[in-house]
């Protein structure tokens, strides 16, 4: 076992634009999300981005040929247990479900509300841009759901490189205004 190292989510600023019309102004909003250091463990990294990409050798993806697995481990679980899924397509496609969805449903249904790592794989996009192998909207939305702030959720997402593990986002960073509903 490798132990536990401090990771470092770098602070995110971007500026407020404004822009006058002459039926009025269009606002860009700032935000700013600060610095974060998180401890994690690389070992369980790997076999949390290990078991993902199994899952997603288990997709139902005769459509799009698009397979992703998700793997996860919920901070409100004591025996931290992993969680897979996997994207499981429909023909009518509106009825497909995402791995992440898929996985975050099986923990919820164990009784389980609180994402610690989620680690995403998308086999066929390995080696694309972030864009094209991370979670979409509805998944980001769903993620936010079960995300806690502290300790923060944090997703992993397979980069497929032989030397990286995979690309760290805590929800600030994966979705910065995800909707919320005020308890």
């Not at 979670?135 to 490189?161: K, N, Y």
């Amino acid at each position: 076992m490798t132990g536990k190292v401090e990771l470092l989510l770098p602070a995110v600023a971007r500026s407020a634009a404004v822009t006058e019309t002459p039926l009025g102004r269009l606002t860009v909003p700032s935000r700013a999300v600060p610095e974060r250091r998180v401890m994690v463990d690389p070992q369980e990294l790997v076999d949390l981005r290990n078991a993902a990409r199994s899952a997603a050798d288990r997709a139902h993806a005769p459509y799009s040929k698009f397979t992703v697995g998700a793997a996860l481990i919920m901070a409100d679980d004591p025996e931290r247990r992993v969680f897979t899924g996997a994207n499981v397509e429909n023909a009518t496609y509106g009825a497909t479900i995402c791995a992440e969805r898929t996985v975050i449903a099986q923990a919820a249904a164990a009784g389980f509300r609180r994402i610690a790592i989620l680690a995403v794989s998308c086999t066929k996009a390995l080696h694309a841009r972030l864009a094209d192998r991370s979670p979409c909207g509805i998944c980001r939305q769903t993620i936010a759901e079960f995300s806690t702030d502290v300790p923060p959720s944090l997703v992993l997402i397979d980069s497929g490189d032989d030397d990286v593990l995979g690309d760290v986002l805590d929800l600030d960073r994966l979705l910065p205004y995800a909707f919320r509903i005020a308890p």
